[in-house]
């Protein structure tokens, strides 16, 4: 129930429909396997995501169409 409303919080902040939004979540998940694959050096299967990736982000509205952007590195400094 609480996640539902939250669901519909998150729509309704941005303008869209639930359909959408489901469709932002779709994204945000293929991103991560595509980075998991990549990272795994499973470029072929990464290459797919990122046109399954490509083709979903066609189906949104411009306004609401956002770029992949790989997560930052955190690298540990030496302290010396």
């Given at each position: 129930?609480?996640?539902?409303?939250?669901e519909?919080?998150?729509?309704?902040?941005?303008?869209?429909?639930?359909?959408?939004?489901?469709?932002?979540?779709v994204?945000?998940?293929?991103?991560?396997?595509?980075?998991e694959?990549?990272?795994?050096?499973?470029?072929?299967?990464?290459?797919v995501?990122?046109?399954?990736?490509?083709?979903?982000?066609?189906?949104?509205?411009?306004?609401?169409?956002?770029?992949?952007?790989?997560?930052?590195?955190?690298?540990?400094?030496?302290?010396?």
């Open positions: 129930e609480a996640m539902r409303t939250a519909e919080f998150a729509v309704e902040q941005t303008g869209g429909t639930m359909e959408q939004h489901q469709m932002l979540v994204l945000s998940e293929l991103e991560e396997e595509m980075a694959c990549a990272r795994n050096l499973q470029f072929e299967r990464a290459a995501l990122r046109d399954q990736i490509r083709a979903t982000r066609e189906q949104l509205p411009q306004s609401m169409q956002v770029r992949y952007q790989p997560p930052k590195r955190v690298t540990r400094r030496s302290r010396y």
